[in-house]
Structures are given as structure tokens and as C-alpha cells.
Nanobody
Framework: EVQLVESGGGLVQPGGSLRLSCAAS????????MGWARQAPGNGLEWVAG????????SYANFVKGRFAISRDSAKDTLYLQMNSLKPEDSVVYCC?????????????????WGQGTQVTVSS
């Protein structure tokens, strides 16, 4: 059974940083592209970043380019999202997801497995 468990969310001041982690199990992590999306209350999922199975290719939504960095550690079966220069509008739930292939895809509906999410709150 595929399981994705996020951690690392919390409260941070504007301009601060957080690193989210997503522990994966139940599948061959290194064979699949992964991604992060976020969801505000009452809104749909918004794609944030993706990384290919090899880790060689990454892609970001425009609103996080230059601030967030996605990475993966296949030895630990873990996906990361380093978030810097956080803004109050980044205050939402962040979820990791598994794509059924190797390439980076920027459409949330193409991802087939999702974690429960971790809340990020950016406030002074």
C-alpha cells in the first residue's frame, strides 16, 4: 500500500524558512516522479513543485520560483520542500504526491497518491 506522510509544517514569521518532508513507503520511490501541491480552505489543489524520478529535473509554479526548492533522497525514500522567504499567502496545507511515471508533471489531477498534508502558517 502506498503511503505518503508529510511533516515539518508549523508557524513561521514572514521571511522565514521551513523544510517539509514526505516519507514514502509501499512503492519503489526512486522509480517515480513526485510533487508538492497546496490547498487553502475552500479552494482546490494548487500545484507547487515537481521532481523527476531521477531527481535531475525539477519544475516550479511561478509563485514559488526562487523561493522554494524540491529535492529527494532515494536512500531515505523521502521527498523534501525547502521553503524560504515565506509570505503570509503561503499559509495553507501542503501535500506531497506520487506521479505514476518518471517525468515531472504540473497537473495535480495526474497524480494518483496523496498524503494527508501538513499545515504551514506564516504570521508575525
Amino acid at each position: 500500500e502506498v503511503q505518503l506522510v508529510e511533516s515539518g509544517g508549523g508557524l513561521v514569521q514572514p521571511g522565514g524558512s521551513l523544510r517539509l518532508s514526505c516519507a514514502a513507503s509501499g512503492f519503489a520511490f526512486s522509480n517515480y516522479a513526485m510533487g508538492w501541491a497546496r490547498q487553502a480552505p475552500g479552494n482546490g489543489l494548487e500545484w507547487v513543485a515537481g521532481i523527476s524520478a531521477s531527481g535531475m529535473t525539477t519544475s516550479y509554479a511561478n509563485f514559488v520560483k526562487g523561493r522554494f526548492a524540491i529535492s529527494r533522497d532515494s536512500a531515505k525514500d523521502t521527498l523534501y520542500l525547502q521553503m524560504n522567504s515565506l509570505k503570509p499567502e503561503d499559509s495553507v496545507v501542503y501535500c506531497c504526491a506520487k506521479y505514476p511515471g518518471e517525468i515531472v508533471v504540473m497537473v495535480t489531477t495526474d497524480y494518483v497518491n496523496w498524503g494527508q498534508g501538513t499545515q504551514v502558517t506564516v504570521s508575525s
